[in-house]
Each structure stands twice: as structure tokens, then as C-alpha cells.
């Protein structure tokens, strides 16, 4: 009676100790995995304002008065980039949607519902992105 008591606790104990490291290691995969994507940027994005003021603070030893510079500098610098590639994202924008009808036509009436959500959810990602710069 004894050895079917402890088989039964040490089954128990081995279950609980596979869901634990099963747990903690899709924690631990999901923290490296976010960890590892975030300074990747596509060509062309800017790393945010207040990660290159801070790095150059650190990097230069920037008093307060030459963040507060800084930091009209890259938001004048990064207007006039902006208007340089301003007449380009009306093009962009075309080849965008030109892209997503080709991908509408070759997909399954089920597909379509489930690729429009997709759709906006990189929308509105592309939007909060446009707006943190």
C-alpha cells in the first residue's frame, strides 16, 4: 500500500515538474524571442526619438539643456525627411493595395474575412508606429 502511495505522489511530482519547465521555458522562449526581435527595424525605420537621445546621453555624456537640443534637432531633421519622401507615399500606398488585391484574388472566400483582419491589424500597427516617431 505503501509503494502505490509514493508511485502515485512520485507520478504527481514528475507531471507537475514537466508542466512547470514546459511553462517556464515557452516564458523563457517567448522573453528571448522578444528580446532579440526588438532592435531589428526594417530598412529605413528610424530607431524612436527617445532611444537615440538616451544612447547619446549615455554615449556623450549629454547635459540636460543638450538633450533638450537634441532632440529639436531630430525632430527638425526628421520632418524634412519626411517631406522629401512625402510625394512617394501616395506611390507606395498604390503598390500597397496593388499587393493586397493580387493576394484577395488567389484567396478562398473563407481566407478573405480571416486576411481583412490581418490587414488591420498591420494597419493600425503601421498607424501607432507613424505616430511614435
Known sequence: ?????GRGQ???LVVIVFFLG?????????????????GIR?????????????????????????QKQLAVIIDDTRAQVRALYAPLDSQHEQIRQ???DRVRAILTPE????????????????KKDQENK
Open 98 to 100: 496593388r499587393g493586397r
Open 22 to 38: 514546459a511553462l517556464l521555458g515557452g516564458v523563457g522562449i517567448h522573453m528571448w524571442t522578444e528580446h532579440a526581435w526588438r
Open 42 to 66: 526594417m530598412p529605413g525605420q528610424l530607431p524612436p526619438r527617445n532611444q537615440v537621445i538616451s544612447e547619446m546621453t549615455r554615449e556623450l555624456q549629454l547635459t540636460s539643456d543638450q
Open 1 to 5: 500500500m505503501e509503494t502505490t502511495k
Open 111 to 126: 481566407q478573405l474575412p480571416k486576411f481583412e483582419q490581418f490587414i488591420k491589424r498591420i494597419d493600425e500597427q503601421r
Open 10 to 12: 512520485a507520478v504527481v
